[in-house]
């Protein structure tokens, strides 16, 4: 054997399909190999070629040792070490199991030497492809023999062998499997050899470009090579469509067939042994969704299979063993076909592989899933306008708007219709709660608002429910304090934890939600705060109240530097007022002091209430107030639907402070007396004499002109 395969090089050459030379090191294709370790080189002192892997010393021995390895045997075992050789005898189709008599009678199954049967250099139909990269035809791979196969019709019993498996002669005509009458070529020694057809043993071919794949199936020596099946043989492939859902890999070409017959795509390469191309794989991932390794269930098989999906679990390749008992007789998918398992029983096998795969994924979707039959529990709408649900149990309700759009307010009428037990009659902003009659737990977390101003914003909703003191089941929590990745951890395990306290969750106010991440503008962490909120509000069977800002087009559009100041605007140092002396207040959502003739409670979402800002007094009062005559009281400016704006604060006669100007959705700055009327971004002049406004007299500005008049003086 060894004089046959070139003292074992040609063993190495059949089961390492991968381009490698003689003293070179390269990757070991029979594992996960990610260094050029392994070598092939020949012994001087045994005088055959052996193969050394340095990275895996598991893959180092002589060309049986290498069989063996693939085959599952153990050539320090007699048995095994003799179906090594038979193995390879047959494979290589060295001809030394049953030798022929030079004779040139033919024995049964066996070869017959013959000579070169003239002109089978040349072309005709069984000539060795020649699209082979030159590359591969090296020095160290022999360039492949002439052969000649003659072809015939199909005959009545061969037609019938196949149609067992359920394979038609449409099926054999478009993967190009021929009926031979003759095969002949030569051995690597270039001695002549030659099959021919009988009807005890038929012979048949599976072309390609490449050449011939001969198939006997009912003889000893069961496959041929006409040709070089190159480095990446693989049959069925140009048969299969551009897209699909299911691609088996199976070990052998009627394997393929036999699949074909019955509906699925297949394709297979030169052995259950051989190594997958990944690039191949990688390639057909992008047209079918399941790759399923299908090999045969003897112990070669189910070894090679599972060591083919281990080294493609990054292609997400899947593993199928067939129910059977993996004799000779009952081993591949064409026995099980042949059993009488029908294409729908190999579909379920398929779907309890899914099941397998899939199992936790499906278990937890059950819950999931829709049963008519039995409704599920009707959702309580916590919060409505009218007829139309804004926030029921299990969802969110996002309320977004400008600044001073009055959106803390609003959700302080939110918490103020949570805490009542009973239905009444009170001012809700036009909405209806739903009663908190089992005194279940309502959560207020507010990131924007000074602990000081949020104590007073809570007064105001406990009198706006009719209460004098906070029911046990409200918490109110300022978070201004925590940084940002602080602050959804501290509520979600404070939701966690009153859920359990009381009994349940009626509602839940985030004043600020924007303020819990890092940038909002961030979609994927944005879209993963909505997510957690989401998830919360299912968990605890509770509504979600989120109060978000709202940037205007015309800010968003502006300089960097205006943009930057919108987001300083928000800040609640800067909006509370919460320095020394400062008045504070944020228009409506502060609500601060409130003009005589209207409640605090008038507050209007939207469009409308930018139109008119309930901050002022009627027009005629605020022009009175613009020519000072509230200067040094307790009056407030306001906003006229015509455009003018005036302060929004005047002084107050136990401090001196001069007030801040106030235009259309501007929040309000704090002034200091004694330093002229500075804001925060500079100082406030006189147009018309360019001077600076002393402290305590009040000033407008026109929006049509574009002038700051003073009436006291400058």
Same mark, same amino acid.
Not at 72 to 88: K, M, P, Q, S, Y
Not at 176 to 184: D, I, K, N
Not at 238 to 245: A, H, I, N, R, T
Not at 403 to 411: D, H, I, L, V
């Given at each position: 054997m060894l004089a046959r395969t070139s003292n074992g090089l040609d063993v190495f050459r059949h089961y390492l399909p991968v381009k490698w030379r003689v003293g070179r090191n390269f990757l070991n294709p029979l594992y996960a190999d990610s260094k050029a370790s392994c070598n092939v080189y020949y012994d001087r002192r045994s005088g055959t070629y052996r193969m050394k892997d340095f990275g895996n010393g598991d893959y180092s021995g002589d060309c049986f040792f290498l069989v063996a390895k693939?085959?599952?045997?153990?050539?320090?075992?007699?048995?095994?070490?003799?179906?090594?050789?038979?193995?390879?005898?047959?494979?290589?189709?060295?001809?030394?199991?049953?030798?022929?008599?030079?004779?040139?009678?033919?024995?049964?199954?066996?070869?017959?030497?013959?000579?070169?049967?003239?002109?089978?250099?040349?072309?005709?139909?069984?000539?060795?492809?020649?699209?082979?990269?030159?590359?591969?035809?090296?020095?160290?791979?022999?360039?492949?023999?002439?052969? !000649?196969?003659?072809?015939?019709?199909?005959?009545?019993?061969?037609?019938?062998?196949?149609?067992?498996?359920?394979?038609?002669?449409?099926?054999?005509?478009?993967?190009?499997?021929?009926?031979?009458?003759?095969? !002949?070529?030569?051995?690597?020694?270039?001695?002549?050899?030659?099959?021919?057809?009988?009807?005890?043993?038929?012979?048949?071919?599976?072309?390609?470009?490449?050449?011939?794949?001969?198939?006997?199936?009912?003889?000893?020596?069961?496959?041929?090579?006409?040709?070089?099946?190159?480095?990446?043989?693989?049959?069925?492939?140009?048969?299969?469509?551009?897209?699909?859902?299911?691609?088996?890999?199976?070990?052998?070409?009627?394997?393929?067939?036999?699949?074909?017959?019955?509906?699925?795509?297949?394709?297979?390469?030169?052995?259950?042994?051989?190594?997958?191309?990944?690039?191949?794989?990688?390639?057909?991932?992008?047209r079918f969704k399941h790759i399923v390794l299908l090999y045969d269930t003897d112990k070669t098989g189910l070894e090679c299979s599972e060591k083919h999906r281990a080294q493609l679990a990054e292609y997400g390749v899947k593993r199928l063993v067939l129910p059977l008992s993996g004799t000779k007789a009952e081993k591949d998918v064409t026995d099980y076909f042949k059993a009488g398992h029908t294409r729908e029983e190999l579909m379920g096998l398929f779907l309890k592989l899914l099941d397998t795969l899939y199992g936790d994924t499906l278990a937890m979707l059950k819950s999931c899933e829709i049963d008519y039959d039995h409704p599920p529990e009707q959702a309580v709408a916590i919060v409505t306008a009218g007829d139309v649900p804004l926030g029921s149990e299990e969802n969110?309700?996002?309320?977004?708007?400008?600044?001073?759009?009055?959106?803390?307010?609003?959700?302080?009428?939110?918490?103020?219709?949570?805490?009542?037990?009973?239905?009444?009659?009170?001012?809700?902003?036009?909405?209806?709660?739903?009663?908190?009659?089992?005194?279940?737990?309502?959560?207020?977390?507010?990131?924007?608002?000074?602990?000081?101003?949020?104590?007073?914003?809570?007064?105001?909703?406990?009198?706006?429910?009719? !209460?004098?003191?906070?029911?046990?089941?409200?918490?109110?929590?300022?978070?201004?304090?925590?940084?940002?990745?602080?602050?959804?951890?501290?509520?979600?395990?404070?939701?966690?934890?009153?859920?359990?306290?009381?009994?349940?969750?009626?509602?839940?106010?985030?004043?600020?939600?924007?303020?819990?991440?890092?940038?909002?503008?961030?979609?994927?962490?944005?879209?993963?705060?909505?997510?957690?909120?989401?998830?919360?509000?299912?968990?605890?069977?509770?509504?979600?109240?989120?109060?978000?800002f709202r940037a205007e087009r015309t800010e968003a559009a502006g300089t960097p530097r205006q943009r930057a100041a919108t987001q300083v605007r928000r800040h609640p140092l800067h909006r509370e007022g919460r320095e020394p002396g400062g008045v504070g207040g944020e228009g409506v959502e502060g609500q601060g002091r409130q003009p005589a003739g209207h409640s605090a409670d008038a507050v209007q979402m939207g469009q409308a209430s930018r139109d008119a800002r309930l901050c002022g007094r009627e027009a005629e009062g605020g022009e009175r107030e613009a020519q000072g005559e509230g200067a040094g009281g307790d009056g407030t400016g306001g906003v006229r639907p015509a455009g003018e704006v005036r302060l929004h604060r005047t002084v107050r006669a136990d401090t001196g402070d001069a007030g801040s100007e106030g235009t259309d959705g501007e929040r309000l700055h704090p002034l200091y007396a004694g330093k002229g009327n500075h804001r925060k971004g500079g100082r406030l002049l006189c147009t018309r004499t360019g001077k600076s406004l002393r402290a305590g007299w009040s000033a407008s500005w026109n929006a049509s002109t574009g002038r700051r008049n003073c009436w006291k003086g400058c």
């Open positions: 693939l085959k599952g045997l153990d050539c320090r075992n007699a048995a095994d070490f003799v179906e090594v050789l038979h193995t390879i005898d047959r494979e290589l189709c060295l001809g030394l199991d049953g030798d022929s008599p030079t004779d040139g009678t033919v024995g049964t199954g066996g070869c017959r030497r013959l000579r070169l049967v003239p002109g089978a250099r040349g072309g005709g139909a069984g000539e060795a492809g020649t699209d082979t990269e030159e590359a591969a035809v090296s020095a160290d791979r022999p360039e492949p023999k002439p052969y !000649r196969a003659a072809e015939k019709p199909f005959t009545e019993g061969e037609l019938v062998y196949w149609g067992a498996s359920g394979i038609t002669v449409e099926v054999l005509r478009r993967y190009g499997t021929v009926s031979l009458a003759e095969y !002949r070529g030569e051995t690597r020694e270039g001695k002549a050899f030659g099959f021919s057809s009988t009807p005890a043993e038929p012979m048949f071919g599976y072309r390609g470009k490449w050449g011939v794949k001969v198939y006997r199936p009912l003889s000893e020596v069961r496959f041929v090579y006409g040709g070089h099946t190159g480095d990446n043989y693989c049959f069925g492939l140009e048969q299969l469509p551009s897209k699909g859902d299911l691609l088996f890999l199976t070990g052998g070409e009627k394997d393929v067939l036999t699949l074909a017959a019955h509906g699925f795509h297949a394709i297979c390469f030169n052995s259950e042994t051989s190594v997958i191309p990944a690039k191949t794989v990688r390639k057909l991932v992008y969110i309700l996002c309320i977004t708007g400008g600044e001073g759009t009055g959106k803390s307010n609003y959700t302080a009428a939110l918490v103020a219709g949570a805490i009542m037990e009973r239905e009444t009659d009170a001012d809700l902003l036009g909405v209806r709660v739903e009663p908190n009659r089992k005194g279940r737990a309502v959560l207020l977390y507010d990131t924007e608002q000074s602990e000081q101003q949020l104590h007073k914003n809570t007064g105001r909703l406990l009198r706006r429910a009719g !209460r004098e003191r906070m029911p046990e089941y409200l918490h109110v929590y300022c978070l201004t304090g925590m940084s940002r990745s602080e602050r959804l951890t501290a509520i979600v395990q404070s939701m966690d934890r009153y859920y359990y306290l009381h009994g349940g969750i009626h509602l839940v106010v985030i004043d600020g939600v924007a303020d819990l991440i890092r940038c909002a503008n961030d979609e994927a962490e944005s879209v993963a705060l909505i997510d957690e909120i989401y998830r919360l509000a299912g968990i605890y069977r509770t509504c979600i109240a989120a109060g978000a």
